[in-house]
């Protein structure tokens, strides 16, 4: 078992950041997968950033080159540092981890960013 725990959301204007943490805990294989999801209103849910426990990334489209995913692996924490933050990227964020066994989501955190 795995506990997601994320913080970090909140209100922005148009042009901002944020930066949002998940910190997991329980029985984490040193081999996985944690990254960002995130769901609008009325939409799917979206993978937004992966990153791996040897520090692969990979983006969606729509985030590369203002989202920026990082680990502490020490800390058992990734982070999202978001940037030229736009109102489409609104939406509820949840971290995710995944390893050979297990797949755990996080409560989820808002981000609402205004025009």
């Known amino acids: 078992q795995v506990q997601l725990v994320e913080s970090g959301g909140g209100l922005v204007q148009a042009g901002g950041s944020l930066r949002l943490s998940c910190a997991a805990s329980?029985?984490?294989?040193?081999?996985?997968?944690m990254g960002w999801y995130r769901q609008a209103p009325g939409k799917q849910r979206e993978l937004v950033a992966t990153?791996?426990?040897?520090?692969?990334?990979n983006f969606a489209d729509s985030v590369k080159g203002r989202f920026t995913i990082s680990r502490d692996n020490a800390k058992n924490t990734v982070y999202l540092q978001m940037n030229s933050l736009k109102p489409e990227d609104t939406a509820v964020y949840y971290c995710?981890?995944?390893?050979?066994?297990?797949?755990?989501w996080g409560q989820g955190t808002q981000v609402t960013v205004s025009s």
């Open positions: 995710n981890y995944k390893d050979s066994a297990y797949l755990a």
């Open positions: 329980g029985s984490i294989f040193r081999f996985n997968y």
């Open positions: 990153i791996t426990s040897s520090g692969s990334t």
